[in-house]
């Protein structure tokens, strides 16, 4: 496991990025995956979803805490990424899917989504899975000290899909918010 660091300097929101790990450039951090397994625990979701699996890191962490509560559904357009994400979710309650994020239709409302695909696709799916979110839904976004991404996320705020959002001062960012208007009956 390597230091954060390695990839991501410092910066006013988090001076100390050798604090976290990542497997390599691309995995989510190690911490940021256990907070959202945190999440699950605390929230209780009955459907979650991730767009953007990669190696199942976060996948993994988020189906161990679902057990006996809720089920994952994890999108991923990479099959080498796929399979290697297949074995680490080996008997959770994760289903992985190779679709395109903009093309996945939830069985059931979701109750916290999280969002790790390409920077492109991420503000298109946050209002796209808007009308698939429960209306206790809760979104997490990877990767928001991005500039693009925090801009969109004002636009978003703007045109009112999202409420206001809270960005955590991990070292790659990591934003917290919710839906305006979620759905409340069935898909």
Not at 17 to 32: F, G, M, Q
Not at 65 to 74: M, R, T
Not at 80 to 104: D, K, Y
């Amino acid at each position: 496991m390597e230091r954060e660091s390695q990839w991501t300097a410092p910066s006013p929101d988090c001076p100390r990025p050798e604090l976290w790990h990542a497997p390599d450039r691309a995995a989510t951090e190690v911490e940021v995956s256990q907070f959202l397994g945190a999440l699950c625990i605390a929230l209780r979701p009955s459907r979650v979803l991730e767009t953007g699996a990669y190696k199942g890191y976060s996948s993994q962490a988020i189906g161990n805490a679902l057990v006996g509560i809720g089920h994952l559904d994890s999108l991923e357009i990479d099959v080498s990424m796929m399979q290697e994400a297949r074995t680490r979710v080996q008997g959770l309650p994760v289903s992985l899917h190779r679709v395109s994020s903009l093309e996945f239709v939830p069985k059931e409302h979701l109750d916290l989504i999280f969002f790790d695909s390409e920077y492109d696709l991420r503000p298109l799916e946050i209002a796209r899975f808007r009308r698939f979110a429960s209306k206790r839904c809760i979104w997490a976004l990877h990767d928001s000290h991005h500039e693009g991404l925090r801009a969109a996320l004002v636009e978003l705020r703007e045109d009112g899909v999202i409420t206001d959002v809270l960005h955590l001062p991990t070292p790659r960012g990591l934003a917290l918010g919710r839906y305006v208007h979620a759905a409340e009956d069935g898909v």
